[in-house]
């Protein structure tokens, strides 16, 4: 179990790793005035120390860091939760590209049963999707 305290008007922490004790500043001033402001930066702290704790102790599930993540937007002004939600999803999405190659497309559909044994109309979908999956001169 780790403990906060205000030294010097910055949130330090303190915590027992496998024996030994830890103790760490946050970085994180503690307000002068304000119970909502203090509240705030004591969160914030808290953030920060069990960022340290994990450092120290080692990794976190990503299913643990989602759920923190996930827990910090429920906080947020609900003004600003759905913005910050999107930018996450964004983040997210980096490097994923949704395009298929003609031979993924076709393989694909090929993989879908049949109605009737011989020839077939595509559907709408089918069809877009193929469209969309074609490169160069097919496009």
């Known amino acids: 179990m780790?403990?906060?305290t205000n030294r010097n008007g910055v949130w330090h922490g303190r915590f027992y790793h496998k024996g030994p004790e830890y103790r760490?500043?946050?970085g994180v001033a503690v307000p002068l005035r304000g119970k909502k402001a203090i509240e705030d930066s004591r969160d914030l702290?808290?953030?920060e120390l069990h960022r340290i704790m994990?450092?120290?102790?080692g990794g976190e599930s990503v299913d643990?860091?989602?759920e923190r993540l996930l827990e910090a937007l429920d906080k947020l002004p609900a003004?600003?939760?759905?913005f910050r939600?999107?930018?996450i999803a964004d983040r997210l999405r980096q490097g994923i590209t949704a395009t298929l190659t003609l031979e993924e497309a076709w393989e694909h559909i090929s993989r879908v049963p049949n109605e009737t044994a011989g020839r077939r109309n595509l559907t709408t979908?089918?069809?877009r999707k193929v469209c969309e999956a074609a490169t160069g001169d097919l496009r």
Not at 54 to 57: A, D, G, L, R, Y
């Open 45 to 47: 702290a808290e953030a």
């Open 125 to 127: 979908d089918e069809l």
């Open 85 to 87: 939600r999107i930018a």
């Open 79 to 82: 003004s600003e939760q759905q």
């Open 2 to 4: 780790a403990s906060l």
């Open 24 to 26: 760490r500043s946050t």
């Open 64 to 66: 643990a860091l989602l």
């Open 54 to 57: 994990v450092e120290i102790k």
